[in-house]
């Protein structure tokens, strides 16, 4: 069975903190696709980054960056120097080819100013 | 280019009744599927639909049911709301592994 856990329920960081979102995948396929959205108050689920189960490298765009450990079954995503606008509720999602998206139950992120 | 869209943005209907939502995917992209998000919880897959079939299914009762036109596009139709199926609905568009999602429709149900 597939499964993604996000602990953390709600978060809350000064501006200009740094803030890790965890998640953890369960899946027995070898070949799976790791996602994050965010997901501001108007609802739309933005896409962030797709990695997939045969590529660990750590990815680094702007202020966010994404840890992928097989060993542990972990996607982190860390938001570095946070802001306002980084406001949100951030959601891990597992794809398994030629099935559907599990998502977590999301992260709300609270930036105060 | 447009996104994803959908119609309506919110909706109010009262138990028993029935609702269609209604999706534009992305230009390009040809698999539709749509997810209900309860408050505080993440998106649950409904169903997935592509070359105007049902390609996948979640765990949904039978009074979820859709369709996709020649043009993408899809509905989403619930028979018989419960109090429960007030939702965020939201339609995906995919084309391969690059998946949009919508703005999304508002179902409250009372």
């Known amino acids: 069975a597939q499964k993604v856990t996000q602990a953390q329920t709600e978060i809350s960081v000064v501006e200009k903190e740094d803030v890790t979102l965890d998640c953890v995948y369960e899946t027995r396929d070898t070949t799976y696709y790791l996602f994050w959205y965010k997901q501001p108050p108007s609802g739309e689920l933005v896409f962030l980054i797709r990695r997939n189960s045969f590529d660990e490298q750590n990815e680094i765009s702007g202020r966010y960056s994404w840890n992928f450990q097989k060993s542990t079954s972990s996607f982190n995503f860390t938001i570095t120097a946070s802001q306002v606008v980084d406001s949100a509720v951030y959601f891990c999602a597992l794809l398994i080819p030629g099935n559907q998206f599990y998502f977590g139950t999301g992260t709300s992120l609270t930036v105060i100013p | ?110």
Not at chain 2, 51 to 73: C, M, V
């Open chain 2, 1 to 110: 280019d447009a996104g994803v869209t959908q119609s309506p943005t919110h909706l109010i209907k009262t138990r028993g009744q029935q609702v269609t939502l209604r999706c534009s995917p992305k230009s390009g992209h040809d698999t539709v599927s749509w997810y209900q998000q309860a408050l505080g919880q993440g998106p649950q897959f409904i169903f997935q639909y592509y070359e105007e079939e049902e390609r996948q299914r979640g765990n949904f009762p039978d009074r979820f049911s859709g369709h996709q036109f020649p043009n993408y596009s899809s509905e989403l139709n619930v028979n018989a709301l419960l109090l429960g199926d007030s939702a965020l609905y939201l339609c995906a568009s995919s084309w391969g592994l690059e998946q949009f999602f919508g703005p999304g429709t508002r179902l409250t149900v009372l």
